[in-house]
């Protein structure tokens, strides 16, 4: 491997870092964001109650809380869905096991949370968690694509 692409191996792989433990704090010990420790289980397995219920309901919920629960839970696997094909496979490319990983990752996350009873375990979050791990992919191969044309028009010019 070149010195410049391990460089950048270290610097996604830090990048991987930092991003779980930024998840990590988020999901489970943010209390802005409602992730303190409950004495009962809260938990909804009811596909598209919660997202349903954050539309319908939004103006007594408020903006702030409508954006946390619907975009927040997409952008949060957005990096996930990203910096997985950009560390583990670079020019490979493995659409179903990327989001698979996701969606796999967005479920543990729940379950632990049900289980330590740090949030609430909801199956509308997985399913906004996996969108967000496949918009973070689809950059990704923007992104590759993108950078395969520069190159190919950086090689013509030099012919």
Known sequence: MEKKNVGRYI???????????????????????????????RYNLTPFKEINRYITYRKQIGE?????NIYGNIL?????????????????????LAIGICFLFSVGVELTQL???HGCCDVDDVILNTIGGMIGYL??????FIGRKV???????KN
């Open 115 to 117: 289980v330590t009873r």
């Open 11 to 41: 610097f996604k792989i830090v990048l991987f870092i930092l991003y779980m433990l930024i998840l990590t704090y988020l999901l489970f010990f943010a209390e802005e964001v409602g992730r303190g420790v409950s004495q009962e289980l």
């Open 139 to 144: 950059l990704y191969r923007i992104y590759k």
């Open 64 to 68: 702030l809380g409508f954006f946390l």
């Open 76 to 96: 949060l696997l957005v990096p996930l869905g990203f910096l997985l094909p950009a560390i583990f496979w670079g020019e490979k490319h493995y659409p179903v």
């Open 151 to 157: 190159n190919d028009s950086k090689k013509q010019k």
